[in-house]
């Protein structure tokens, strides 16, 4: 064996279905000639120090999980001088961004794919201090993943952040922004907002918009404005459900750079995660800063 992988997995993601899954997985890894050190994360952060920590010596880094194990993982490369391709085999309850990508959602099909696949130069995005791989967001519903228990994650799937976000309804809030990209500058009062870089986000496809390109270096972004009556906010879930981006209630448009800001602060999530709170939100797109293996045009499964 004359290759090395840190295959660093989390353990409890997507009903725990990686551990009937693993060894078959290591398996698929070895024979291709890889010499595996396998890493089970145990607590949130262990991912990122996982990947950042490693010992020289390692020609890729492959991950297992969810969305959120692949943003760790992220991270931990993007704090990296030496920046190695990354492998993903999707465990979680959503994986928007194995979706993006066409990575199978089966756990041996995408194995396979890190081992036979192809190097996609993918931009990452930069907030404040930290990175994400596909969206960062702030307002209603963007706290349902990281407050929805990993257990009912399991056990319920999508079902379970439409059951946790109809609980939010009855306390919509808003907020007052100052939003800078390019040349224009917006300030108004926002009840959500998302800046992506994926074809679905929560798993619903085709949210983000049409033509969507991940090594482009411009983000997607959507920012929903503030109703001031029932008639306005049943016309904003309508538009939401029907994809309809372009209503007069969304604002979209795509830019490499933007700047939020707020009087108050306030709590974005990052990859579905909490990205903590914030009164200035700087997000940068890095553009095709670190390299994901992806199927071959051939053998991309859909």
């Given at each position: 064996m004359d290759k090395n992988m840190l295959f660093v997995y989390n353990p409890r993601a997507g009903k725990a279905q990686i551990r009937s899954n693993l060894l078959d997985i290591i398996d698929i890894f070895v024979k291709?000639?890889?010499?595996?050190?396998?890493?089970?994360?145990?607590?949130?952060?262990?991912a990122i120090k996982a990947v950042r920590d490693r010992r020289k010596g390692y020609d890729i880094v492959v991950c297992s999980g969810g969305d959120g194990t692949l943003d760790e993982v992220v991270n931990g490369m993007m704090q990296c001088e030496e920046k190695l391709p990354i492998g993903y085999v999707p465990a979680g309850s959503t994986n928007d961004f194995a979706n993006s990508?066409?990575?199978?959602?089966?756990?041996?099909?995408?194995?396979?794919?890190?081992?036979?696949?192809?190097?996609?130069?993918?931009?990452?995005?930069?907030?404040?201090?930290?990175?994400?791989?596909?969206?960062?967001?702030?307002?209603?519903?963007?706290?349902?993943?990281?407050?929805?228990?990993?257990?009912?994650?399991?056990?319920?799937?999508?079902?379970?952040?439409?059951?946790?976000?109809?609980?939010?309804?009855?306390?919509?809030?808003?907020?007052?922004l100052k939003v800078t990209y390019d040349d224009v500058c917006l300030e108004e009062d926002f009840?959500?907002?998302?800046?992506?870089?994926?074809?679905?986000?929560?798993?619903?496809?085709?949210?983000?918009?049409?033509?969507?390109?991940?090594?482009?270096?411009?983000?997607?972004?959507?920012?929903?404005?503030?109703?001031?009556?029932?008639?306005?906010?049943?016309?904003?879930?309508?538009?939401?459900?029907?994809?309809?981006?372009?209503?007069?209630?969304?604002?979209?448009?795509?830019?490499?750079?933007?700047?939020?800001?707020?009087?108050?602060?306030?709590?974005?999530?990052?990859?579905?995660?909490?990205?903590g709170e914030h009164q200035k939100a700087i997000v940068e797109n890095r553009h095709q800063a670190l390299e994901i293996r992806i199927p071959k045009p051939e053998i991309k499964t859909k």
């Open positions: 291709a000639g890889y010499e595996v050190t396998a890493y089970p994360t145990q607590a949130a952060g262990d990508l066409g990575i199978p959602r089966g756990m041996k099909k995408a194995a396979d794919v890190v081992v036979n696949g192809e190097n996609f130069p993918c931009d990452i995005g930069s907030f404040n201090n930290n990175s994400f791989v596909y969206i960062a967001a702030f307002g209603i519903f963007t706290n349902v993943s990281y407050e929805t228990n990993q257990d009912v994650k399991n056990i319920l799937g999508h079902t379970a952040y439409l059951i946790e976000g109809v609980k939010s309804l009855s306390s919509i809030k808003s907020y007052h009840l959500y907002g998302m800046i992506t870089n994926s074809n679905s986000v929560g798993g619903f496809k085709g949210i983000t918009g049409k033509n969507v390109e991940l090594n482009d270096g411009l983000f997607e972004v959507m920012l929903v404005r503030k109703p001031t009556n029932p008639i306005e906010l049943n016309n904003i879930v309508a538009a939401l459900v029907d994809k309809n981006i372009h209503s007069e209630a969304i604002h979209c448009f795509k830019t490499s750079h933007i700047t939020i800001e707020s009087d108050m602060p306030v709590a974005w999530t990052l990859d579905g995660e909490f990205g």
